[in-house]
């Protein structure tokens, strides 16, 4: 089975940066897609950012320009670079995977597809 686990997260100010790492195993297969999603309390789960194994990603609009998604497939960790945070960015992130090619991107907006999913790690944004 496919498991993640997140860690980086913390509480900064404004302007500053975090960088958040996802381990995963059972990664059997050579074609993936791997994702990082947030969600502020109950409100709905919102797409950051997806990455397939062929080193093709997209993001979402909220973040795209600010964030970078990044993959290490021979350790099989993702990273998601956060500079510049802003208050609104205050979320609990959320690491997704799932083994196969070419469906990963097409479910960055809802999460729905990805089978395995971390516990999360929080990040607080202060003024």
Do not use: N
């Amino acid at each position: 089975a496919v498991e993640v686990m997140e860690s980086g997260g913390g509480s900064v100010q404004a302007g500053g940066s975090l960088r958040l790492t996802c381990v995963a195993s059972g990664l059997t297969y050579p074609r993936y897609g791997m994702g990082w999603f947030r969600r502020v309390g109950t409100k709905e789960r919102e797409g950051v950012a997806t990455i397939e194994s062929d080193g093709s990603s997209v993001y979402a609009d909220s973040v795209k320009g600010r964030f970078t998604i990044s993959l290490d497939d021979t350790r099989k960790i993702l990273y998601l670079q956060l500079p510049h945070l802003q208050l609104e960015d205050t979320a609990m992130y959320y690491c997704a995977a799932g083994l196969g090619a070419g469906w990963a991107h097409a479910a960055l907006q809802s999460g729905i597809g990805f089978p395995s999913w971390g516990r999360g790690t929080q990040v607080s944004v202060s003024s």
